[in-house]
Structure formats: C-alpha cells, structure tokens
C-alpha cells in the first residue's frame, strides 16, 4: 500500500553435502524513484526514531560461507523494509531483483549465480474528500468570519486489505479558532467509509489554507508501526460578516410546557448599526416578549433577545419567524446580507413532543447551542 513499509525476507538454505563460499546477496530496482529502503527493523516495528537508517539500491551484502546442510547451520535470512511513495498504475509494477551469487567447495573458480524477481502493485489505502457544512449541517461554498464552520473529511477505504484507523486531527493556523472536533478510531474494510468533524471559526476575513487533516492508521494484519498520511485542506477567501446571530434553545419541546428560547445578535462593524427585530406571529406556539423593537448595536456588541414560548402542536415544527430589518446605511452591509445570514445561521424548525397522558406539564429548561 502507498506510503506503508513492505517487508522482503530473503531466505537462503544450502541443500547440497558441501559449504558454499564466496557468497553474496545483491537487490536492485531498476525504478528506484519513489522507493523508500531502510534495514532497521526496530525502526520499521517501534516507529523509533523520526530519521530511520536510509539504504540505497543497489543493495549488495557479502555473506561469505554458508554451511552445509540446513541441520548443520546452512541457511541465511534477512529482511528489507520497501516503501512506496507513489503508487503504480494499471499494469505496471515496482520490480525488485534479487541475485543471490556463490562458489561450491568442491570447484572455487566457478561462480554459480540465481535470481528473482519480486513484483509490487502499490495502490492507495483510502480516499480522502473533506467538505465544508454551516452550522446546520447544509453545504457551504462562501466562507465568512466569526461563523462557525464544520470541516467534514470523509475516509473510505479503497484498498483489498483491511486497515485500521488508529487517529486523525486537523492542524489549523493561529487565525482559526477550533471549537470541537470529533476524532476516528476504527477498522475498516474495502467500501465502508468514516467521517469525522471539526468545528471551527475563522477570525479575520482574508484568503488562506483551512489547515491539514492528518490520519495515523496501519494495515490491520501487520505488525509494523503506523503510517501517518497528510492532506492539505483547501485554501479559501473568507469574506466579513458584518452582523452575526445566534440561537440557544431546548434540544426538543413539550406540547403546553413553556420552554425559553434565546437570540444574541452581534455588531462586528466598527460603526453603530440601527436595526428593527422583528417576532412573527405562528399558529404553533404563544409567545412573550418584544414583538417589535428597534434598536441600535454599538460596535463590537451584543444584544440579547429572550422569549418565552408554549408550544401547542406536536412534531416538526416551525419556529416562529425572527426577522431582522436594517434601517441605517453602512458599507458592506445589506438587507440581502442579512436575509442570507439568518438562512445559515438559525433553524427553522423544532421538535415538540406530545404531552404524556395523565401528567402534568412541567418545565424543560436544557439548553443547547445551535
């Protein structure tokens, strides 16, 4: 597999009733761009050290004299580790000759030789393919300051052997903030796939890298160390947000329980912005609290907006309507602007649970943040 060390143990038993001389062992790779060779086994197994004891092809050995017989001693074995860092395409292999040359005992001056040749199809262990989702887990293709972000790469196994994930992270720059990540650890086998998430907030509005999605897995039947495979994340612009709203509400209502929800509207300008919030109406809940108001955010603030509702239908429903007008002029910053950051921003629904039978309501106070 592509990037994991492959390990070629060369065995040699002499079967004649005679030592054999002047032996030695050469290993070449006509193709040797991309291959990796290292002998040090405890490096290969216990992942030691970060710079391993490099070989290079050709590899010539000298044994010399190998006894006769395998019960008295007559066998040789040693072990190379190979590792790929490019992967073969269809129909061509990464071919390794082995040549193994010797003397009989019994004529000096002849040099006897053998060869093999070892064939490796090198192919990746997984595909990896992030994508990029609002805070309501919809696909994102505008990226803006101070709002939350969910970085979502997903790891299908491509490979006929099965791997096991042992971890994955994402290293981001200092002008990102990660909030959560959820990280992988698991087997698996060709087709299935995992995906992980990472919740993040870009601080300043300008083009650069997301940062990189690394994973440390190994092949699941081998017992050498874990390779660790990298991927870039993609570079984006980030444009500012003027103004940013958030939601805090229950995780789930109660049909005739009051529960309270909670708004906060940010001013990220450096100007005051004059504004008219709106609470419309629904048919699905009563409510208390400002059904209108204007008011004026300073910048680099926050206002809070608490209301009380008590829902009176079950299921997925729909929260009532929270609109945001702008009534002041600033660069930057319009009412499309505004339209389409409440989209991303907020749900639009909830779940109401009927009221169990013979039981009285009572109040539901956990909050999530949304």
Sequence with gaps: MFYRRYPITIKLTNHSSHPLSSLSLLITCPDCTNVDLCEDSQHVINESSSNPPVAKFPLNRTIGELPAGKDQGGQYETTIYVRCTATTSEGKEKLFHVKVSYSHSSDPSILLAKESTIKLNVTE???????????????????????????????????????????????????????????????????????????????????????????????????????????????????????????????????????????????????????????????????????????????????????????????????????????SKHEGLTQQTIDDMLIRSIPSHIYVLPQPKGLEPTPHNQVIQV
């Design 125 to 327: 262990p997984f595909d990896i393919s992030p994508s990029f989702l609002s805070n309501l887990f919809e696909p994102i293709s505008v990226f803006h300051s101070n709002e939350p972000i969910l970085i979502q790469p997903l790891i299908q196994c491509v490979c006929p052997w099965s791997i096991v994930i042992e971890n994955t992270f994402i290293n981001i720059s200092d002008s990102i903030e990660m909030q959560h990540e959820t990280k992988c650890s698991l087997e698996l086998s060709q087709g299935q796939a995992v995906t992980c998430v990472a919740c993040v907030v870009i601080k300043e509005p300008r083009n650069l890298s997301l940062g990189v999605f690394t994973v440390k897995w190994r092949r699941k039947d081998s017992r050498l160390g874990t390779v660790t495979s990298c991927i870039e994340l993609p570079s984006v612009d980030v444009l500012p947000l003027p103004i940013q709203l958030s939601l805090n509400l229950p995780a789930h209502g109660l049909v005739r329980t009051p529960m309270t929800i909670c708004y906060t509207l940010y001013n990220y300008l450096n100007t005051i912005i004059t504004v008219q919030i709106l609470m419309e109406s629904s048919e699905a809940f009563f409510f208390s609290g400002y059904k209108q108001v204007i008011i004026k955010l300073v910048p680099d603030s926050e206002q809070v907006f608490k209301f009380k509702i008590y829902p009176q239908l079950s299921g997925l429903v729909a929260l009532p309507g929270f609109k945001i007008n702008l009534l």
